[in-house]
T-cell receptor
Framework: GEDVEQSLFLSVREGDSSVINCTYT??????LYWYKQEPGAGLQLLTY?????DMKQDQRLTVLLNKKDKHLSLRIADTQTGDSAIYFC???????????FGAGTRLAVHP | DADVTQTPRNRITKTGKRIMLECSQT?????MYWYRQDPGLGLRLIYY???????NKGEISDGYSVSRQAQAKFSLSLESAIPNQTALYFC???????????????FGPGTRLTVL
């Protein structure tokens, strides 16, 4: 089955860029998502990328997809304290209607 | 505002008790999901339903059951709760056609369940 892996923790200084990485195993994945979970809240979709794209940019967020290496990354420019949260990578396999989530990366932003 | 709501938000119960968690949505979505979240494991799918007459098991359905009472309501039951079912439970909804096929999932705020 599909396996999605993320590092569990990332610490950055306020104003720096954050890069959160994700690897997956199924090359037939069609949509790949980044969700954000703030303390005490559910998950909210940050952005997504379709598998035929290499890059997607949305304001401070840049998503890079390397299909050959099955690697997805989320870059947050000018990281702020409000970006502190858990970030989940999720993938949707072609022909299936379920999402497979990674374990989540906890981003801590310090002054 | 259109929303996904979950009740209760917190629940403490004892081993062997039957527990029901409820989810309601005003988004008009046809698809609904139940997940559990455990530290270091991310979200794992328990059950999902693509319409009122459709119920499917997820990856960890043992010990759980669900009921889709209406398009807007999807409840999760623990028939006989055990301590390793202590977790954060999330309901989610999606609308494949309305999302342009991205099938974005919208999550409720979660229910924290503790089984003693």
């Amino acid at each position: 089955g599909e396996d999605v892996e993320q590092s569990l923790f990332l610490s950055v200084r306020e104003g720096d860029s954050s890069v959160i990485n994700c690897t997956y195993t199924d090359s037939s994945s069609t949509y790949l998502y980044w969700y954000k979970q703030e303390p005490g809240a559910g998950l909210q979709l940050l952005t997504y990328i379709f598998s035929n794209m290499d890059m997607k940019q949305d304001q401070r967020l840049t998503v890079l997809l390397n299909k050959k290496d099955k690697h997805l990354s989320l870059r947050i420019a000018d990281t702020q304290t409000g970006d502190s949260a858990i970030y989940f990578c999720a993938v949707k396999r072609g022909g299936y209607n379920k999402l497979i989530f990674g374990a989540g990366t906890r981003l801590a932003v310090h002054p | 505002d259109a929303d996904v709501t979950q009740t209760p938000r917190n629940r403490i119960t004892k081993t062997g008790k039957r527990i029901m968690l409820e989810c309601s949505q005003t988004k008009g979505h046809d698809r609904m999901y139940w997940y559990r979240q455990d530290p270091g494991l991310g979200l794992r799918l328990i059950y999902y339903s693509f319409d009122v007459k459709d119920i499917n098991k997820g990856e960890i359905s043992d010990g759980y059951s669900v009921s889709r009472q209406a398009q807007a309501k999807f409840s999760l039951s623990l028939e006989s709760a055990i301590p390793n079912q202590t977790a954060l439970y999330f309901c989610a909804t999606s609308d494949l056609r309305g999302s342009g096929r991205t099938d974005e999932q919208f999550f409720g705020p979660g229910t924290r369940l503790t089984v003693l």
